[in-house]
């Protein structure tokens, strides 16, 4: 049973324009939420993060919404760059320490 | 500061073989967990532990263990490999209180069961 669903497998965005990526979960306990970042043959590393309490998180080009009524996350990447191509995970927790994880959506970033 | 480092990168098991898969960190972080990563999908935890000592089950722990006697370390083992077992496997540790669910990662063990 997935909890945490990525239903865009892939997204291509031309460098300069923004990227959106989003997710919906299912279980309504979740009460923080994070975006991981995946390169190639590396593991993933933290971008961003939303605790419940909140709707919206911003660090520099990166910017995460919630909107918990339509239990909905969606991150948005502006401007695009080359070096944001890569596998994007969604993850949620239950206020503890386990994570549960989309299935990931990877960005192309076209010159 | 190496940050979290998994050994080996790569590795072919055949079927009924057992391997131990191992995870260091250097942060001094009290949480550490083993991942699975099957293509398509998204990361499920296997194991997990919040310190020396003490271990828990995930969401697939069949077919596994872990041992946490250092807070450095956490191996974990493969007993009588599966075709079902072949994945990508990541450790990861964090901190407690508020930065727990900010996991680092190691860069994954490819494992591949014949």
């Known amino acids: 049973d997935q909890q945490v669903k990525q239903n865009s497998p892939s997204l291509s965005v031309q460098e300069g324009r923004i990227s959106i990526l989003n997710c919906d979960y299912t279980n309504s306990m979740f009460d923080y939420f994070l975006w991981y970042k995946k390169y190639p043959a590396e593991g993933p590393t933290f971008l961003i993060s939303i605790s419940s309490i909140k709707d919206k998180n911003e660090d520099g080009r990166f910017t995460v919404f919630l909107n918990k009524s339509a239990k909905h996350l969606s991150l948005h990447i502006v401007p695009s760059q080359p070096g944001d191509s890569a596998v994007y995970f969604c993850?949620?927790?239950?206020?503890?320490?386990?994570?549960?994880f989309g299935a990931g959506t990877t960005v192309t970033v076209r010159a | 500061n190496a940050g979290v480092t998994q050994t080996p990168k790569f590795r072919i098991l055949k079927i009924g073989q057992s391997m131990t898969l191992q995870c260091a960190q250097d942060m001094n972080h009290n949480y550490m967990y083993w991942y699975r990563q099957d293509p398509g999908m998204g990361l499920k935890l296997i194991y997990y532990?919040?310190?020396?000592?003490?271990?828990d089950k995930g969401e697939v722990p069949n077919g596994y263990n872990v041992s946490r006697s250092t807070t450095e370390d956490f191996p974990l083992r493969l007993e009588l490999a599966a075709p079902s077992q072949t994945s990508v496997y990541f450790c990861?540790?964090?901190?407690?209180?508020?930065?727990?669910?900010?996991?680092?990662f190691g860069p994954g063990t490819r494992l591949t069961v014949t």
């Open positions: 993850a949620a927790s239950v206020s503890d320490y386990k994570l549960s």
């Open positions: 532990s919040v310190g020396a000592g003490i271990t």
């Open positions: 990861a540790s964090s901190g407690g209180g508020r930065l727990s669910n900010e996991q680092y």
